[in-house]
């Protein structure tokens, strides 16, 4: 899988889940819409999803939607819960030019949430670190 190999998606996109922002604020921990409404970042290590190690599934916070298979899973030593590959069809990428970089935006494919980057720095199969926000997302157990 290459690192475009998502739904590449325009901010002007709409998605299934559409709500406004009022309803997001509301049903939205303060934290988890502050990262998945605003693209912001929790803080390294706070996250209890970095230490979830049951066979399962990640899903968004903001709309359900299946987007890590819990056996992808890897400890990267980032501080954030770090994936080699999404469930197809659960997120989408675009270019992210925020902070005097270039960077490649996870979101959810049905909200349009913000999930956190994908670095090509990660380990085999794909190569890829999908470095997410654990406030993006909650965990099922198998």
């Known amino acids: 899988m290459g690192l475009f190999s998502s739904t590449k998606t325009a901010p002007s996109e709409h998605f299934v889940v559409e709500k406004p922002d009022e309803e997001w604020r509301r049903e939205l921990s303060p934290e988890a819409y502050h990262v998945l409404r605003k693209h912001g970042t929790e803080r390294s290590g706070t996250s209890p999803l970095n230490q979830e190690k049951r066979a399962g599934t990640f899903v ?21 819960p770090s994936f080699t590959a999404p469930i197809e069809g659960g997120v989408g990428t675009s270019e992210d030019r925020s902070l005097f970089m270039t960077r490649i935006e996870v979101h959810c494919a049905k909200c349009g949430g913000h999930l956190g980057h994908v670095f090509p720095d990660g380990p085999k199969p794909t190569g890829l670190r999908y470095c997410m926000n654990g406030a993006a997302m909650e965990f099922k157990p198998a």
């Open 60 to 80: 968004c916070a903001g709309c359900g939607t299946p987007v890590y298979n819990a056996a992808t899973k890897f400890e990267s030593g980032t501080g954030w």
